[in-house]
């Protein structure tokens, strides 16, 4: 029976991002979620041009680019100041949910959100430390090594250990250096190259197992857990084209119930007292039947709107109604949906019909019947249209050499939005 979500429009909603990344799908999926249930939404951003701050339900942009932890504090300090009552945070970026974890004591005067250990968004995000942490409490996870220099690369030496996958330890370390996300790497001399360029420019790097296409399936989790790490959204589903392809971001999935990943999932977040919105990836192992967590986000993930249950809870409108105190009885069953981001999976599906794991006409069939598509909405047309403004603008500048340009504001500026009159009203 589908139940009837009562949210308090009392409390607003910030979401809250660090650094640099104007199109970025997850936020307008937030955005887009609490507008339709009536929570009126504020965001940070790095322009009143980027394409979330042209949502018709965002009430106010606040315009700003930092990752300074100083500056951060005095610039949300300012912010929960000027929204004049608590407004609940919702992290988009590791970086971000890092810095709400370790500043509560000061933030949680002006701001709700969920309040786990300080130390586990960090240990977590940190994919040195959330590998032994998988090590300690037995739970799979592909194996990795940490080289600091030619010397530690010795077992590299034999080509049976090709593929491997290359990332950085941390997301918010310098973009300097050739790993600039996650890379797969085939030989021994592109890998030398690769570590060579990151050590030099000073970035940690892991060196991970890779466990080959023929014989896995790429899985992931999504949930909310309240303060005693119960899950009260818990979804499973996946991942089934991703670009850059095989080791890049989910450009097509499907919400698929899979009961052992739920509870394995669930168990890790429950040995870790983990409170808050978080996105997993794991890898089915198909030689061993392990299901193998190779990242772990504790923040939104950006298809997070594959998911959602009978009753039209995704894990931020979750989050929500647990922080306002309005969370009635238990998750509905989770629908089964799929999830597409238009351009990105134009250019994936191109890579999948080469190697031969797609038809056009397959392909065509999918993205016609997507449930949720990542940009398009019909009653909200204006971000996805700026989106693609922004993405050809970016391949340009690259082309003819032209630096991104960025806000330098030293604190956030306010500029009212679209929803601003229906608020206000």
């Given at each position: 029976?589908?139940?009837?979500?009562?949210?308090?429009?009392?409390?607003?909603?910030?979401?809250?991002?660090?650094?640099?990344?104007?199109?970025?799908?997850?936020?307008?999926?937030?955005?887009?979620?609490?507008?339709?249930?009536?929570?009126?939404?504020?965001?940070?951003?790095?322009?009143?041009?980027?394409?979330?701050?042209?949502?018709?339900?965002?009430?106010?942009?606040?315009?700003?680019?930092?990752?300074?932890?100083?500056?951060?504090?005095?610039?949300?300090?300012?912010?929960?100041?000027?929204?004049?009552?608590?407004?609940?945070?919702?992290?988009?970026?590791?970086?971000?949910?890092?810095?709400?974890?370790?500043?509560?004591?000061?933030?949680?005067?002006?701001?709700?959100?969920?309040?786990?250990?300080?130390?586990?968004?960090?240990?977590?995000?940190?994919?040195?430390?959330?590998?032994?942490?998988?090590?300690?409490?037995?739970?799979?996870?592909?194996?990795?090594?940490?080289?600091?220099?030619?010397?530690?690369?010795?077992?590299?030496?034999?080509?049976?250990?090709?593929?491997?996958?290359?990332?950085?330890?941390?997301?918010?370390?310098?973009?300097?250096?050739?790993?600039?996300?996650?890379?797969?790497?085939?030989?021994?001399?592109?890998?030398?190259?690769?570590?060579?360029?990151?050590?030099?420019?000073?970035?940690?790097?892991?060196?991970?197992?890779?466990?080959?296409?023929?014989?896995?399936?790429?899985?992931?989790?999504?949930?909310y857990c309240n303060a005693?790490?119960?899950?009260?959204?818990?979804?499973?589903?996946?991942?089934?084209?991703?670009?850059?392809?095989?080791?890049?971001?989910?450009?097509?999935?499907?919400?698929v119930r899979n009961s052992?990943?739920?509870?394995?999932?669930?168990?890790?977040?429950?040995?870790?007292?983990?409170?808050?919105?978080?996105?997993?990836?794991?890898?089915?192992?198909?030689?061993?039947?392990?299901?193998?967590l190779v990242d772990f986000?504790?923040?939104?993930?950006?298809?997070?709107?594959?998911?959602?249950?009978?009753?039209?809870?995704?894990?931020?409108?979750?989050?929500?109604?647990?922080?306002?105190?309005?969370?009635?009885?238990?998750?509905?069953?989770?629908?089964?949906?799929?999830?597409?981001?238009?351009?990105?999976?134009?250019?994936?599906?191109?890579?999948?019909?080469?190697?031969?794991?797609?038809?056009?006409?397959?392909?065509?069939?999918?993205?016609?019947?997507?449930?949720?598509?990542?940009?398009?909405?019909?009653?909200?047309?204006?971000?996805?249209?700026?989106?693609?403004?922004?993405?050809?603008?970016?391949?340009?500048?690259?082309?003819?050499?032209?630096?991104?340009?960025?806000?330098?504001?030293?604190?956030?500026?306010?500029?009212?939005?679209?929803?601003?009159?229906?608020?206000?009203?």
């Amino acid at each position: 029976m589908t139940r009837c979500l009562r949210f308090d429009a009392n409390v607003p909603v910030l979401i809250f991002k660090t650094g640099y990344y104007p199109v970025h799908h997850g936020s307008i999926g937030a955005v887009r979620s609490l507008g339709r249930a009536g929570i009126p939404t504020y965001a940070v951003c790095e322009s009143r041009w980027a394409p979330v701050a042209l949502s018709k339900y965002i009430v106010g942009r606040f315009i700003w680019v930092e990752d300074a932890t100083q500056a951060l504090l005095n610039g949300m300090l300012a912010v929960g100041k000027s929204l004049k009552r608590k407004a609940m945070v919702l992290p988009t970026d590791d970086y971000a949910a890092v810095f709400l974890a370790e500043n509560a004591g000061v933030l949680n005067e002006g701001f709700i959100f969920p309040q786990p250990p300080p130390e586990i968004p960090r240990a977590v995000a940190d994919k040195k430390k959330l590998y032994f942490l998988c090590r300690k409490l037995c739970h799979p996870t592909p194996n990795a090594t940490f080289p600091k220099s030619r010397e530690d690369l010795c077992y590299y030496e034999d080509p049976k250990v090709y593929p491997v996958v290359v990332k950085r330890v941390h997301q918010w370390s310098s973009l300097n250096g050739s790993v600039k996300g996650t890379t797969l790497v085939r030989t021994r001399e592109q890998l030398e190259q690769l570590l060579s360029a990151s050590w030099s420019a000073n970035v940690d790097v892991l060196v991970q197992e890779y466990i080959p296409e023929c014989c896995s399936e790429d899985w992931f989790f999504h949930g909310y857990c309240n303060a005693k790490s119960e899950c009260l959204a818990s979804f499973t589903g996946r991942k089934l084209r991703s670009y850059p392809p095989r080791a890049g971001v989910t450009t097509f999935a499907r919400s698929v119930r899979n009961s052992r990943l739920q509870e394995q999932a669930e168990k890790l977040l429950q040995d870790l007292s983990y409170w808050g919105i978080v996105d997993l990836d794991y890898r089915l192992d198909l030689r061993d039947g392990l299901f193998k967590l190779v990242d772990f986000n504790p923040r939104l993930g950006a298809q997070f709107r594959l998911f959602q249950d009978e009753d039209g809870r995704d894990v931020v409108r979750a989050q929500h109604l647990d922080l306002t105190g309005r969370w009635e009885g238990i998750q509905g069953e989770m629908v089964e949906r799929s999830f597409a981001v238009e351009l990105h999976d134009t250019l994936a599906a191109v890579s999948y019909i080469r190697s031969g794991d797609l038809t056009f006409n397959q392909w065509l069939r999918e993205i016609r019947h997507v449930d949720e598509y990542a940009w398009i909405a019909r009653e909200d047309p204006l971000p996805s249209a700026m989106a693609l403004v922004w993405l050809f603008g970016s391949l340009a500048g690259r082309a003819f050499g032209i630096e991104r340009w960025q806000c330098s504001f030293d604190a956030p500026v306010y500029i009212p939005g679209r929803a601003a009159r229906v608020v206000h009203s």
